[in-house]
Nanobody, 123 residues
Framework: VQLQASGGGLVQAGDSLRLSCTAS????????MGWFRQPPGKEREFVAS????????SYADSVKGRFTISRDNAKNALYLQMNSLKPEDTAVYFC?????????????????WGQGTQVTVSS
C-alpha cells in the first residue's frame, strides 16, 4: 500500500502549483483523503480534506480561498490546486488516507501517508 505525492517545486509568491497523489496497492475510493504540510522547524499541520465522493471538503483557514482539494476515484488520485502562493506556504506537503474517518483535521485520523513533496515559495 503506497501513496505517492508529486508536483512540488520552487515558485515565486503569487504563483500556482498543483500537487498530485496517486495510490497503489489498494483502492482508496471509499476513504476520506487529506493534505497536510510541515513547514521548516514546525509540526505537521492540516491543510485540506475531502470526503470519499468529493462532495464535502474542508480547509485550514490559512489556505481557504486559495487552495482546492479534489479527487478522481477512477484514477485512485488526489489533487491539491494551490493558487496565490505565499512564502508561508513553504513546507513539505503530505497526502494521507483515512478509511475510518473522524476528525479529519487531525493526523491521527489517517492510516496511510505519502512520502511528501517539497513546496518552496520565494518572496
Amino acid at each position: 500500500v503506497q501513496l505517492q505525492a508529486s508536483g512540488g517545486g520552487l515558485v515565486q509568491a503569487g504563483d500556482s502549483l498543483r500537487l498530485s497523489c496517486t495510490a497503489s496497492g489498494r483502492t482508496f475510493r471509499w476513504d476520506r483523503m487529506g493534505w497536510f504540510r510541515q513547514p521548516p522547524g514546525k509540526e505537521r499541520e492540516f491543510v485540506a480534506s475531502i470526503s470519499w465522493s468529493g462532495g464535502s471538503t474542508s480547509y485550514a483557514d490559512s489556505v481557504k480561498g486559495r487552495f482546492t482539494i479534489s479527487r478522481d476515484n477512477a484514477k485512485n488520485a488526489l489533487y491539491l490546486q494551490m493558487n496565490s502562493l505565499k512564502p508561508e506556504d513553504t513546507a513539505v506537503y503530505f497526502c494521507a488516507a483515512s478509511p475510518r474517518g473522524g476528525r479529519l483535521w487531525e493526523a491521527v485520523a489517517y492510516d496511510y501517508w505519502g512520502q511528501g513533496t517539497q513546496v518552496t515559495v520565494s518572496s
